[in-house]
Nanobody, 125 residues
């Protein structure tokens, strides 16, 4: 069982930077922890993921260079750092946990068995 709680969302201005947090509890040493986002009326899309044990990361193409996923092993927390926020970044951001599956598609929601409640990011001037 893995529990995840997102935090850090809110109303920010375009150009601002934001760091989202995902506090993880349970047994997850062999898990991939991912960030997804879902704008209103659109499909949930993969942002990136981190392998908890190694810290290795992968990103969706749109996220490369402006999004960074890190982990703090002492705090059992992963972070999503977003630089220079754009209006198109507005969405509910979710973190999710899935047991490592070498042959699985980690960029799909179905890969992940556990989900947080989401945190809303609004980008507006």
């Amino acid at each position: 069982q893995v529990d995840l709680v997102e935090s850090g969302g809110g109303l920010v201005q375009p150009g601002a930077s934001l760091r989202l947090s995902c506090a993880v509890s349970g047994s997850f040493s062999n898990y991939v922890i991912a960030w997804f986002r879902q704008p209103p009326g659109k499909e949930r899309e993969f942002v990136g993921a981190i392998r908890w044990s190694s810290g290795g990361t992968v990103y969706n193409q749109f996220a490369k260079g402006r999004f960074t996923i890190t982990r703090d092993m002492d705090k059992n927390t992963i972070y999503l750092q977003i630089w220079s926020l754009l209006p198109d970044d507005a969405a509910v951001y979710y973190c999710a946990a899935g047991l490592i599956d070498y042959y699985g598609d980690y960029d799909l929601p179905s890969y992940y068995a556990y989900w947080g409640q989401g945190t809303q990011v609004t980008v507006s001037s």
